[in-house]
């Protein structure tokens, strides 16, 4: 899950003071370009000036597992891939498709609902809906799938009652099978709905309140006004946060995994263990590929297309409309239902779970919060570096080939875990048999697997998967540092280290914090790389909930799970923080 | 007399009475009264923060009034029991921003709230609108690839287009750059006669106003100070914040002598009509610059302290021998230094007079 793309891509961030904003990026700009004529020559001298390849190696180096995976694709067909074309892969393509649009209907029903709702009307709570509707955002797909089949299956409490109340049997009544693909649609839906509220919130609070006014006095009613102004005005918005919350769908493999659907990323899983067949794998990463494709195409044009959208700077008016009566009872149960069934439920049962199951808390399970959180750490410690290396590299050499290298080390984002995994461990898996067989030659001494057996190849496909989030934290904070304090500083006669330390780290500290504490959580919760990578007898937190849901254990599952839960509300406590004040990264 | 009644009644297309609009326990607009005639300009004016668009909003009936009523023609649209939507008002309104649709092309926006229309009358309306307000060719463009002053007409046209019978223009020339909003406001006026339409117009610039309107409204602290022509507000301002705020000008000390005449440091002052003022009464003589003529042929002298040229003419600030300091207008031939001694003249034809606070 990387939740926090929705508020550090500077195009999504919240634009509460949109003029102000752009008055200050112009100036920027133009400042910029000034010091460009200005101390152009200087600055080519410089110091900085291995930033700009360094850039170009960093973007490079982390496209190699796309590259390999979509060499891959035009490598022929190997019987394995017959095999699978033949059988399987319909099966892949559909079930993909159709999970896509069922979660679809669902985020956008959720979503868009309740940010209209929260944005336009005002009725007892809906100041706590605000940020609480964000909550599901900490439970991954995986976890509130298996804490609802604990619930909804034969064995679980719904059902025993159901047959104690009724007197029925097995078989004599009907229930929804959670273990299906409409159950996927639904507990997807119940997570990544927040994607869409967040965004068409910020759409519907950014739109001129003159919109919706002008509308009326041309004799439309507010609903009226809702369907013709305030959602087509949204449209490119709600399109932003639907393509996040299907960048999820596709990439999703715990929650398909344990209900049994086969789509794209259980297929590249089972191929990939089962034939052991690195170019069928790679062949269906590539297909897989295609589907993150056009996502990928269709949020950038709808984020482009957004700018057109905004409607002039924002009056102070923006008077909600206060609902009384069952009105207000009704919006108040419109926002509760989201919530309730994506966080209050499923939290709610694994905290009852994890209470009733202390003695899982030992020492073992000290060792898996261990491994997890120092993994966690220094993969967000890693991506932290790197991103600090490409923002400067931009900010101190704004050439085309820099801003494209830091695009594409930030479109990792939209890759599906399985793909970066399969993608790290085909050339490391290559990497360490020459490194094996020199070292055998050479030096008589089987180094074993020096790459893609340990951490290493983890901490690559973390660093890949989420570096777009840090490079928009910290580019959100050195925005907010202009060029000019800079001049100042060296006009002052302090030298640049001295600008560093004493400009810069202090006014980079928030988004430095917030870049770390995002990636952090995102790794924790990340499953299928970490299924793939991890080295051998190397558990985390998400494995281990993983291995004992797989297990049946569902109830043992949850203090792992309940872990990651808890963990994963300090981002959004972040982001509903951030909706409130405004600027994201702002200390 | 009852023909003539309903003639007035015809004639008055918005009348306010006694109107408050507050938020919460504190009110932003007080007891509120003007009634504008049908086919009149009126206009809000004032500093900001003073209420004006509050009480434009509680016209087109996006706040609700505390206190009065509004009426067009002989219907209320507000009073404290009932506010009538603004979707059924029939007042159309151009905002500051212009919020055009962006998702809509021109003709899409000009025809948003024609959405009652038969299909041909629409067409048929759209073309006549574009073709009042010059653009034509644009139709089928989008607002993000139009001029500011493009958007402003195509707001205009969108906002004539049902046809409304008052028309609510919020800081409509605000965002438009100096020259543009010379060449405009004239336009724009002449459009609005064309159509025949009632329209009330807030702005924080008086020369707006003047050009705009026939009546203007001066507020402050969400008070209608006057209810007149420009014509009146700056001859007869009505209390010592219409005189400072409209124009500018000179308050001098004086002493009322007897109905027609006042003493004060530049002498003993006669008006054209009485003042109604007791004698001996401490007031305040409000001297404006068209009201002190510079003559070279004069015995009478100031010193000049600073000057603007504002091409036809100079405005100088100048001393008189008492240390009495004068605005002076003089033609722009007339070009003198900073501290020349100056020939001036007093030509006041009536006196604007306060009582003073002590």
């Not at chain 2, 005189?243 to 007897?258: C, H, M, S, Y």
Request: aromatic share 10%.
């Amino acid at each position: 899950m990387c939740s926090a793309i929705l508020y550090f891509d500077p195009q999504t961030a919240p634009k509460e003071d949109t003029w102000k904003d752009t008055q200050q990026r112009e100036a920027i700009l133009s400042s910029k370009m000034v010091t460009k004529t200005l101390t152009g020559q200087q600055r080519t001298r410089s110091s900085w000036n291995w930033l700009g390849p360094m850039a170009v190696v960093i973007a490079i180096t982390l496209s190699i597992p796309v590259l390999i995976i979509v060499g891959f694709s035009f490598y022929g067909e190997t019987t394995v891939w017959e095999h699978l074309a033949d059988t399987v892969l319909r099966r892949y393509i559909t079930n993909t498709i159709v999970l896509m649009l069922g979660v679809s209907v669902g985020v956008l029903l959720l979503g868009v609902g309740s940010a209209w709702l929260t944005s336009a009307f005002d009725f007892p709570g809906r100041s706590l809906f605000v940020w609480a509707l964000l909550l599901p955002l900490a439970i991954p797909a995986y976890i509130i799938a298996y804490t609802y089949t604990g619930l909804l299956d034969f064995a679980g409490p719904v059902q025993t009652s159901i047959r104690e109340v009724t007197g029925l049997s097995y078989g004599e009544y009907w229930f929804f099978e959670i273990r299906s693909l409409p159950g996927a649609v639904v507990m997807l839906s119940l997570v990544l709905y927040p994607y869409v509220y967040l965004l068409a919130r910020t759409a519907f609070l950014e739109q001129s309140v003159n919109a919706i006014e002008v509308s009326r006095t041309l004799g439309l009613s507010i609903k009226a006004s809702f369907y013709k102004v305030a959602i087509p005005l949204a449209r490119p918005a709600i399109a932003t946060g639907l393509t996040l919350a299907l960048m999820e769908t596709v990439a999703d493999f715990g929650t398909v995994q344990f209900f049994g659907v086969d789509t794209f990323t259980t297929g590249i899983f089972r191929t990939f263990y089962g034939f052991g067949d690195s170019v069928a794998t790679a062949q269906l990463a590539a297909t897989l590929l295609t589907f993150v494709a056009v996502l990928v195409f269709i949020e950038r044009r709808s984020r482009w297309r957004a700018r057109y959208y905004t409607t002039g700077q924002q009056s102070a008016h923006a008077k909600r409309v206060r609902l009384y009566g069952t009105k207000a009872l009704g919006a108040w149960c419109m926002c509760f239902m989201p919530l309730a069934f994506g966080f209050l439920i499923p939290a709610g049962q694994l905290g009852y779970w994890a209470a009733t199951h202390a003695s899982q808390f030992d020492l073992n399970f000290a060792l898996l919060v261990w491994n997890s959180f120092s993994l966690a750490f220094l993969a967000a410690l890693i991506a932290l570096f790197v991103a600090l290396l490409l923002a400067y590299a931009k900010r101190v050499y704004s050439t085309n080939i820099v801003n494209t290298s830091v695009g594409i080390a930030s479109l990792g984002y939209a890759l599906p875990g399985t793909i970066i995994a399969i993608g790290v461990i085909i050339p490391l898996a290559w990497l360490d048999h020459q490194l094996i067989a020199f070292a055998k030659h050479a030096l008589m001494w089987d180094i074993g697997l020096l790459l893609s057996g340990t951490v290493f190849a983890l901490l690559i496909a973390y660093t890949i998967r989420f570096l777009a989030i840090s490079i928009g934290a910290v580019e959100s904070g050195l925005n907010k540092i202009r060029p000019s304090l800079d001049e100042a500083g060296l006009s002052l006669g302090r030298k640049k280290l001295w600008v560093l330390t004493k400009i810069h780290i202090p006014l980079m500290r928030g988004s430095v914090l917030t870049a770390l504490l995002i990636v952090f959580v995102d790794v924790l919760k990340e499953l299928p790389a970490t299924l793939i990578l991890r080295p051998f007898n190397y558990n985390t937190l998400a494995v281990r909930a993983y291995e004992l849901a797989s297990d049946e254990r569902l109830a043992d599952a949850a203090p792992a799970s309940l872990m990651i839960v808890f963990v994963g509300i300090a981002p959004v406590i972040l982001l509903s923080r951030s909706i409130s004040a405004g600027r994201p990264g702002t200390n | 007399m009852p023909d003539q009644n309903i003639e007035s009644l015809s004639k008055t297309m918005l009348s306010l009475t006694d109107v408050s609009i507050g938020y919460g326990a504190e009110s932003v607009v007080h007891n509120a009264s003007f009634t504008l005639n049908a086919g009149q300009i009126g206009c809000l004016l004032g500093p900001s923060g003073c209420g004006k668009s509050t009480l434009l909003r509680g016209i087109a009936g996006f706040e609700q009034i505390h206190h009065g009523e509004i009426r067009m023609q002989s219907n209320i649209l507000s009073s404290p029991l009932t506010t009538v939507s603004p979707e059924l008002r029939k007042i159309g309104m151009v905002f500051q921003d212009f919020a055009l649709f962006p998702h809509l092309t021109i003709s899409e926006n000009i025809s948003f709230g024609l959405h009652r229309w038969q299909n041909s009358d629409r067409i048929h309306r759209v073309a006549q609108l574009l073709h009042m307000v010059g653009l034509s060719e644009l139709g089928h463009r989008y607002p993000h690839s139009l001029s500011g002053g493009e958007q402003q007409r195509i707001a205009l046209a969108r906002a004539l287009a049902p046809k409304p019978k008052l028309l609510l223009l919020d800081e409509p020339f605000s965002s438009l750059d100096v020259e543009l909003r010379q060449t405009l406001v004239p336009e724009v006026r002449q459009i609005l006669q064309q159509e025949q339409i009632s329209a009330i117009l807030v702005t924080h610039d008086q020369m707006e106003a003047f050009a705009m309107a026939d009546q203007i409204a001066v507020m402050e602290s969400g008070q209608i100070h006057q209810w007149d022509t420009g014509y009146n507000l700056y001859h007869k301002p009505q209390t010592r914040f219409v005189a400072d705020f409209i124009g500018e000008g000179e308050f001098l000390q004086a002493r009322v002598i007897d109905h027609l005449s006042v003493d004060s440091s530049l002498g003993t002052l006669q008006s054209a009509y009485g003042h109604g003022y007791n004698i001996e009464d401490n007031v305040e003589i409000l001297i404006r610059p068209d009201d002190v003529l510079h003559d070279d042929d004069s015995t009478l002298t100031a010193k000049i302290l600073s000057k603007h040229f504002r091409g036809s003419h100079f405005l100088y600030r100048v001393m008189m021998n008492n240390n009495q300091r004068l605005f002076c207008f003089a033609s722009s031939h007339h070009n003198h230094a900073i501290g020349d001694e100056i020939g001036v003249v007093l030509d006041i034809d009536h006196l604007v007079m306060f009582r003073r606070n002590e």
